[in-house]
């Protein structure tokens, strides 16, 4: 069996990785390290909990200690991270703790482990942001804007200089907006969904023009597995949705497709240093490892209004704040590691 670490595979994009390894590795031995944050969600690693090949330890990436659970492990792929901009904007102090110093602590965890591949989910925010024209390509400068996109561009930072420094065997990847299943509804694709579902207002940022390329998470998961066994130690790959879309069409599509009225639609007061465009040029992942997006957007929309609304027992526990008892109904008179 091949042990691999999954750090964040409670939360949104981590699951579906869980779920995409467990589906396509049948020897691999899955071992998820989440602290289970407001963000975190082990209903989202239900079924494959069961199954024996995937086990949870609930640890805190900045704990010293977390360096135990990577013993034996072949490789590790670090999401766990504070992932939402807005909430870095009204306090970063998170954002620094578990972005920067849990980051480096799982560096040196996997290092003192001498584990052989070490994935780095980064994100094209540590890019900055875009005027109309041009692509995000892996050379270009880090000017990240908001506090989260300044605390995962110090991470990706100190990753390539472990890489540097002591020859550890990390290799980067940096992402567009994901969307699809378990992604948590106060993220703008799912926030908007919700909203229409019931019936209440959309909250649109400004002047809702804003540019993002969006991808959908199982394309994102695909990419990280090619990385994961076939890129370069050291280097940096771009993953992009090629969709690009402005956040106020998003909006109008998913209101279509619920049969809503546009009235729900309401300008609300921009966020701070709100980054304009972002666009990936992924033609590095293509040229060396063959990854393109399957999904078309409008098909990838269609098809996550559908998981939403057909669970709505998960968005229930989610927005009512009962999914962060789950943990505590199934495995509080347990030890800290466990299978179900
Ligand atoms: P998420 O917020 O849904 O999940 C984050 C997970 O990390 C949660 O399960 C949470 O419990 C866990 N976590 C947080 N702090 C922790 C700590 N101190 N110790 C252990 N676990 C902790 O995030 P996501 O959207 O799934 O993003 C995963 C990764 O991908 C992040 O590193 C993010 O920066 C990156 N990324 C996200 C996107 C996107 O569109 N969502 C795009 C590019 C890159
Ligand atoms: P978000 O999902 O927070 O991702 P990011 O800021 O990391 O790109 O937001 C995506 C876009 O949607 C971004 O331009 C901000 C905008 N947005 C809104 O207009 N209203 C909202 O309520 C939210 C959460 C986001």
């Not at 704990?63 to 992932?83: L, Q, Y």
């Not at 023009?209 to 199982?218: E, T």
């Not at 949705?241 to 497709?257: F, H, Q, Y």
């Not at 639609?265 to 304009?276: F, L, P, S």
């Amino acid at each position: 069996m091949t042990k691999i670490v999954v750090t964040g595979g409670a939360g949104f994009i981590g699951s579906n990785f869980v779920h995409h390894l467990y589906a396509k590795y049948p020897d691999y031995q899955i071992t998820v390290v989440d602290k289970l944050t407001y963000a975190g969600n082990l209903r989202n690693l239900e079924s494959v909990l069961r199954s024996g090949r995937v086990t949870f330890e609930r640890l805190d990436i900045c704990d010293p200690a977390i360096g135990d659970a990577f013993a034996r492990a072949e490789m590790v792929i670090h999401f766990a991270a504070e992932s939402h901009v807005d909430r870095s904007i009204e306090d970063a102090e998170a954002f620094v703790r578990t972005n920067v110093n849990g980051t480096w602590n799982v560096v040196e965890a996997a290092r003192g482990h001498k584990v052989s591949r070490f994935l780095h989910v980064s994100t094209d925010e540590v890019y900055g942001s875009l005027g109309p024209q041009g692509r995000f390509t892996e050379t270009m400068p880090l000017v990240p804007t908001s506090p989260y996109a300044a605390t995962k561009a110090a991470s990706d930072l100190l990753v390539q200089a472990a890489v540097r420094t002591h020859g550890f065997p990390a290799i980067i990847t940096r992402c567009s907006n994901n969307y699809g299943p378990y992604q948590f509804p106060e993220k703008f694709i799912p926030l908007m969904i919700v909203q229409a579902l019931a019936g209440r207002s959309l909250p649109v940022y400004g002047d809702g023009q804003q540019v993002r390329d969006w991808i959908h998470v199982s394309d994102h998961c695909r990419a990280l597995d090619a990385v994961l066994h076939g890129g370069r130690v050291g280097e940096v790959y771009n993953i992009g949705g090629d969709a690009e879309r402005a956040n106020l069409d998003i909006v109008r599509t998913i209101l279509k497709t619920l049969g809503r009225d546009e009235s729900l639609i309401e300008h609300v007061t921009d966020r701070k240093a709100h980054d304009r465009r972002y666009a990936m040029d992924s033609a590095k992942l293509l040229a060396e490892l063959g990854w393109r997006p399957q999904w078309n957007f409008e098909d990838g929309l269609a098809d996550t209004i559908c998981w939403y609304q057909a669970n709505q027992a998960w968005l229930a526990e989610t927005r009512s704040g009962d999914y962060r008892n789950y943990f505590e109904r199934h495995y509080v008179h347990r030890e800290k590691t466990f299978a179900l």
